[in-house]
């Protein structure tokens, strides 16, 4: 899908305004200063922990890397994911002749033939 | 013994993820299309992804990491919503531009 | 022991509640609250005069009811204002006459307005209720403030009641005319009130503690400017007489009195003949003690009484209206009692005000009767014959006409003489007193005239129209009214006949110089023998001593009046009378119209209107600009930033990425980030 551009001058706004955040944005982290270097263990295996992270398991003597709890953002975020798929498939439905279609349910009981 | 250092500073990831911040901001405020509009916003997260991991190594704590996998996950959920808005969008005004509805005015 | 003084706001308070009857349910009550007014002023009257027994019994009462703002700074002294009641003779002597007019016209208006069928009767007893309190609030009235704050109700309900047939388009018209007029003079009398309350501290009329005491005793607390006292006591009491000038409708403020003869008659004759018109002459005799200290004062209040009295009887003679020779008769009237006033003679000045009370409302009852006989043609050029038709009324009628020319032994008679007589022995060496003599004596024959003229178009003759021919009878409640104060119109000069007593030598029959004078009790400094001390006056005699110059006074003014009232039986005291005065001409048309004076007002009021329209466009232009101005600011900046919401979402962005950007440096800066 080609996007139709203007030109610059229509578009100098947004420019500036991003090259200001640009800027903003750089000074702020070059002049930050950050704490001590740590890095991970280097025979620690990250996927593991992150499993362990991801259902809370911190206070069980199995985690080589700290990390929080997060089996209540977990469970939420499969909830939300949940949530989109249903929202989605809601407005895909269509409207056709007063009665509400759904694409899945004309396209398995057509017969596979299209008017 | 750290074994994964962070040999480079982590200035640079967050330059690195501002840049592209700031390309993803730059395609929400200029592109017309609203299929770029929302490609543009997934770059605008990633580019938060980039900051997440880089400290996550930097301090040793891998809640950057879990947060930066939530953000992926609820970045999909997004698109799935935003494409089904897309489709409404266009069959209320027949195109995908993003600048003809306007009827958030005065 | 009754203590009768503490029943003394009650004589306030009757008609006032029959006021709030009539006012809130006079629609359902039978006669439209005419009895409870009835009731009411009749309770009054009988309090007023059980008072009057108890202050001929000696005792007087001056005391405060209510402080309303107690003594805390207020100006260069500690000024507490308060209502309170000061019952001594002269206004026990005030309240019968109030009384006892009021009631008589609650009766007459049972005829006058009931019998004839008038609607919105709820509202006139209510009118007549409200203005018999205030009059009766403004006759006990203790201090200056308070007797200013009834005065201006009188004011009011004259006003509500002269524009009581407010449909036509004349009585509103006379109605705010006659607020108008009276407004104007009372500006001046509140500056003046004010002034008293800055000058003493005090608007108390009476007591060791009030104006006129220390006055009379020249403890000031402030003068303006450092001016001599004297000089400040003739300016203060001035800018008082501005406000009598105003409400007892002398020259130059008498215009309002004719017109509001499109009121009601019985209101008429309560308010523009006996009560509220008298307020006037009874302030100034409420603050006599005052006055008196100010030769310049007295001669300016003087002066102006004789020139109303003759100006004001001059207009009254070619006037074709009954009730508007009777008001230009009570503007004459008033004049010879602020001549009486001026002249020293409060004795006099008091004396007429009660006989003219009772006669110009009997005239104006009498004239009410006829205006009902007549089916409300006020034509008296339609009139005539009329003496054998209503007799009773015809009978008292020329009973008040004899007072009213004075002539003897009627009421009139007496009390005019006394003005006139006060006048001439102070007059000499003062030539105002005398200018204002020399009218007054000759305003005599001139409202003899002007009296007999009115009595022998209406009652004599032959009928001039076929109403006069068969007129509509009245009924008692109009007759008996008329007999009362025909009785007294008769018997009142009784009270007070100096000329008998001086010249026959009796003691004691001047009853009202007695009575005056705290003979039979009063409070100490306001007696007339005190006034007498203070006045600047010393009398001096004619040929033949004191009885000399009371017989000639006597005599002169007797001749004056018969000879007017000669005249005026000869020109029209015949079957088929025609319009002498015609024969004058333009003098005719000058006199007819007012002296053009009403014209005079309008163009000043005009005048005042143009200056008035520069202060409205500074209003207008500067002050609504200004504000005008702000209201604009914001609409046109509001109209303009709403532009920015132009719908298009990528737009928005664009505005919350500055923002951000905006407030990123700003934390960034004031937080050291960058530093």
Same mark, same amino acid.
């Given at each position: 899908m080609s996007d139709s551009s203007s030109g610059v001058g229509s578009r100098i706004v947004p420019v500036i305004a991003v090259a200001a955040l640009f800027v903003v944005m750089a000074l702020t982290a070059l002049s930050a200063e950050f704490g001590a270097v740590t890095g991970f263990p280097a025979d620690a295996s990250i996927v593991h922990n992150i499993g362990y992270a991801l259902f809370g398991l911190g206070e069980y003597d199995v985690t080589t890397v700290p990390a929080e709890g997060f089996l209540a953002a977990f469970l939420i975020a499969?909830?939300?994911?949940?949530?989109?798929?249903?929202?989605?498939?809601?407005?895909?439905?269509?409207?056709?002749? *007063?009665?509400?279609?759904?694409?899945? *349910?004309?396209?398995?009981?057509? *017969?596979?033939?299209?008017? | 013994m750290t074994a994964v250092a962070a040999s480079i500073p982590p200035s640079w990831y967050l330059l690195l993820a501002a840049t592209m911040f700031c390309v993803g901001l730059l395609g929400v405020l200029t592109r017309r299309s609203a299929l770029y509009f929302l490609m543009s916003v997934e770059l605008m997260m990633n580019a938060a992804n980039i900051n997440f991991v880089a400290f996550a190594l930097y301090y040793g704590d891998l809640t950057g990491q879990v947060f930066a996998l939530f953000v992926i996950a609820l970045a999909a959920a997004e698109v799935a919503i935003g494409i089904g808005i897309i489709l409404v969008l266009y069959r209320n005004f027949g195109v995908t531009d993003v600048t003809v509805p306007t009827e958030m005015r005065w | 022991m009754i203590d009768v003084f503490s029943y003394v706001p009650a004589i306030v308070l009757l008609p006032f509640f029959s006021f709030l009857v009539a006012l809130g349910g006079g629609k359902y009550l039978p006669k439209g609250g005419a009895f409870g007014g009835i009731a009411a002023t009749a309770g009054s009257f009988l309090l007023s005069l059980w008072v009057l027994a108890t202050v001929a019994g000696g005792q007087v009462a001056n005391r405060t009811i209510y402080t309303w703002a107690s003594a805390g700074g207020i100006g260069?002294?500690?000024?507490?204002?308060?209502?309170?009641?000061?019952?001594?003779?002269?206004?026990?002597?005030?309240?019968?006459?109030?009384?006892?007019?009021?009631?008589?016209?609650?009766?007459?208006?049972?005829?006058?307005?009931?019998?004839?069928?008038?609607?919105?009767?709820?509202?006139?007893?209510?009118?007549l209720g409200l203005f018999t309190a205030s009059m009766l609030g403004f006759v006990v009235a203790d201090n200056l403030l308070m007797a200013f704050m009834f005065f201006e109700l009188v004011g009011l309900c004259s006003y509500l009641l002269i524009g009581f047939h407010f449909r036509e388009p004349g009585p509103p018209s006379a109605a705010k005319k006659?607020?108008?007029?009276?407004?104007?003079?009372?500006?001046?009398?509140?500056?003046?009130v004010v002034a008293v309350l800055a000058t003493f501290g005090t608007a108390q009329f009476a007591g060791p503690e009030s104006f006129p005491a220390l006055a009379e005793a020249g403890e000031v607390a402030w003068t303006p400017g450092g001016l001599a006292l004297d000089t400040w006591f003739t300016i203060v009491g001035l800018l008082v007489l501005g406000g009598v000038v105003g409400k007892s409708a002398q020259f130059p403020l008498h215009t309002w009195l004719p017109d509001a003869m499109e009121g009601p008659t019985p209101v008429s004759a309560l308010i523009h003949a006996a009560t509220m018109v008298a307020a006037g002459v009874y302030l100034v005799a409420r603050m006599y003690g005052f006055y008196a200290l100010s030769p310049t004062a007295l001669a300016v209040i003087a002066f102006i009484g004789g020139f109303t009295a003759l100006f004001a009887a001059t207009m009254g003679v070619v006037k074709d209206e009954l009730k508007q020779v009777l008001a230009y008769s009570t503007i004459s009237q008033y004049g010879y009692m602020m001549l009486a006033l001026g002249a020293g003679g409060y004795v006099a000045a008091v004396f007429h005000l009660t006989t003219h009370a009772f006669f110009k409302a009997l005239l104006f009852l009498g004239a009410g009767s006829v205006i009902i006989a007549m089916h409300h043609n006020e034509d008296m050029w339609d009139m005539g014959g009329l003496k054998s038709k209503l007799p009773v009324t015809y009978y008292t009628f020329l009973a008040g006409s004899l007072a009213l020319a004075g002539i003897f032994p009627?009421?009139?008679?007496w009390s005019k003489d006394e003005i006139l007589y006060e006048a001439l022995v102070h007059a000499p060496g003062e030539p105002l007193l005398f200018g204002g003599y020399l009218m007054g004596l000759l305003a005599v024959p001139v409202t003899a005239f002007y009296t007999f003229r009115m009595v022998f178009l209406t009652f004599h003759g032959e009928p001039r129209s076929a109403t006069a021919r068969d007129p509509e009878p009245v009924r008692w409640n109009v007759k008996g009214p008329l007999t009362v104060l025909g009785s007294l119109a008769v018997v009142t000069g009784f009270i007070n006949m100096v000329p008998v007593q001086k010249v026959l030598g009796i003691e004691g029959i001047d009853l009202l110089h007695l009575w005056l004078d705290n003979h039979w009790g009063g409070i100490e400094g306001l007696s007339s023998h005190h006034y007498a001390d203070l006045g600047p006056y010393s009398s001096e005699y004619l040929v033949g001593g004191e009885v000399g110059t009371v017989l000639v006074g006597a005599a002169v003014s007797l001749g004056l009046a018969l000879a007017g009232l000669g005249l005026a039986w000869r020109?029209?005291?015949?079957?088929?009378?025609?319009?002498?005065?015609?024969k004058l001409g333009g003098i005719k048309d000058v006199l007819y119209n007012n002296y053009y004076l009403d014209e005079l007002q309008v163009w000043l009021a005009y005048r005042t209107e143009d200056v008035a329209g520069v202060a409205n466009v500074f209003d207008q232009g500067i002050i609504d600009g200004v504000v005008n101005g702000v209201s604009s600011v914001s609409l046109f900046g509001g109209n303009r930033i709403r532009r920015i919401q132009s719908g298009v979402v990528s737009q928005y962005t664009a505005l919350l990425t500055l923002g951000l950007v905006a407030l990123v440096l700003v934390l960034g800066v004031t937080g050291g980030w960058f530093l």
């Open positions: 499969a909830v939300a994911l949940d949530v989109a798929v249903d929202g989605a498939v809601y407005l895909a439905k269509r409207e056709e002749d *007063g009665s509400i279609v759904a694409a899945v *349910g004309q396209a398995l009981t057509d *017969g596979g033939d299209r008017q | - | 260069p002294t500690d000024v507490e204002l308060s209502f309170g009641i000061l019952v001594d003779p002269l206004s026990a002597l005030m309240l019968v006459i109030v009384t006892l007019v009021a009631l008589l016209v609650h009766v007459f208006s049972l005829g006058y307005m009931n019998d004839e069928g008038e609607t919105g009767l709820p509202r006139y007893y209510a009118g006659a607020f108008l007029v009276t407004r104007f003079g009372d500006y001046f009398f509140l500056i003046g009627f009421a009139g008679f020109l029209y005291g015949v079957p088929s009378p025609t319009e002498h005065t015609a």
